[in-house]
Every structure is written in C-alpha cells, then in structure tokens.
T-cell receptor
Framework: DAKTTQPPSMDCAEGRAANLPCNHS???????VYWYRQIHSQGPQYIIH???NNETNEMASLIITEDRKSSTLILPHATLRDTAVYYC????????????FGGGTRLMVKP | ETGVTQSPTHLIKTRGQQVTLRCSSQ?????VSWYQQALGQGPQFIFQ???????GRGNFPPRFSGLQFPNYSSELNVNALELDDSALYLC??????????????FGPGTRLTVT
C-alpha cells in the first residue's frame, strides 16, 4: 500500500500557483519525500525531493511541515504543459530506492 | 528527453510466451530500475540493478527476471506470460548509490499486450 494520501484531482488557472498537498503521516525518520509527475503516455518525470527542509529548484518548491507528516508541492506559475498526474512518494533509499506510486493527483491547468 | 531509451515501443505476445524488453540508461548512470504500470494505475516497482547486481525487488514472481550489462544497459525478461502482464513497462536510470537519495530518470516505456 502507498504510504501517501493525495486528492485525486485538482484544477488550476494558467499563470497561477498550483499547490498540491500530500499527507504522509506514517513517514519515518530516514524516509525522503519525492515528487514525480507523469504527462499522458510518457514516463514519469522527477520534480524534486526533500527530507525535512524546504527545497526549491527550477521546476517547483517543496514545503515539508515541521512534523514531516505532510508536504506541499508548489508550481509557482502553472502552464498548460503542467497538466499531468503528480505523485507524492516516500522512500527510505533502501531496497533499491523503491518508489511506491499511489494514485497521484491529476492536475488540470485551465486557460 | 531524459536520455533513457527503451525498445521496442510496442509489443504483442500470446499467453505462455516469453518476452525480453530492453533499456539503455542515460550516460554515466550505473543504476537501473524497472516498473510495471497497468492501465489507470501508478507504476509498480519490479526490481533494481546496481553495477550488474540485483539491489532490491518488489512483489513480483520469479518469472520476472532481469540483467544489467557492463555498459549499464538492461533487460527485463518475463516468462510464461499471463494476460495480467499487459502493461506499460518503464525503466528508470540514475547515478545514485544504494542508501542515498537520488532522482530517477524514466524512459518512455514499452507497451506490452498479452492476448
């Protein structure tokens, strides 16, 4: 079973920030939070990962709560090409850094 | 484009047959993972190879096996195909070492249909 809970779908207006929440209340101390997305009929694309500090890269920002039980992925200026399924994954880097994908959030960016 | 390539793109096999899928990792990557994605579901981890050795396996039967070659390309073999094996098979490469956090770069996948 996936260790994360995400809303099944969200809408966002083009140009606005998209905030995608993820609950991971059973996360353990050595587990990282990863975000990937999958655009229709393509392989998943890595976005960002973090342990406990907030992280930012050219694609997105990752905000992890202090208790690490939840996180939010922020796409600062969503475009139509950001329409995809977004997966929040926790992994402890052992057992082959196995990524356990759940259902994800289907983000629809609308004009 | 991630630099990870997979072949073939599409494949149709009959139940009971065997299939080999291939993956070329991004240059410099020594780790490859394989995932199975059934229609409408998220990818499921099959196994990972690090420097030609299996380094982790998901909940898949032994008829799913793999190889990683010295150039770090990889194969996924599935014997005795079943109808439920119909799925998109994804490989992902990375340059991380076991026990560390790292990103994985996915290929476009091979769509396998078993009839």
């Amino acid at each position: 079973d996936a260790k994360t809970t995400q809303p099944p779908s969200m809408d966002c207006a083009e140009g606005r920030a998209a905030n995608l929440p993820c609950n991971h209340s059973t996360i353990s101390g050595n587990e990282y939070v990863y975000w990937y997305r999958q655009i229709h009929s393509q392989g998943p694309q890595y976005i960002i990962h973090g342990l406990k500090n907030n992280e930012t890269n050219e694609m997105a920002s990752l905000i992890i709560t202090e208790d690490r039980k939840s996180s939010t992925l922020i796409l600062p200026h969503a475009t139509l090409r950001d329409t995809a399924v977004y997966y929040c994954i926790v992994s402890d880097n052992n057992a082959g850094n196995m990524l356990t994908f759940g259902g994800g959030t289907r983000l629809m960016v609308k004009p | 484009e991630t630099g990870v390539t997979q072949s073939p793109t599409h494949l149709i096999k009959t139940r009971g047959q065997q299939v080999t899928l291939r993956c070329s990792s991004q240059s410099g990557h020594n780790t490859v993972s394989w995932y199975q994605q059934a229609l409408g579901q998220g990818p499921q981890f099959i196994f990972q190879y690090y420097r030609e050795e299996e380094n982790g396996r998901g909940n898949f039967p032994p008829r799913f096996s793999g190889l990683q070659f010295p150039n770090y390309s990889s194969e996924l073999n599935v014997n005795a195909l079943e109808l439920d094996d119909s799925a998109l098979y994804l490989c992902a490469s990375s340059s991380g070492t076991p026990g560390t956090a790292y990103e994985q770069y996915f290929g476009p996948g091979t769509r396998l249909t078993v009839t």
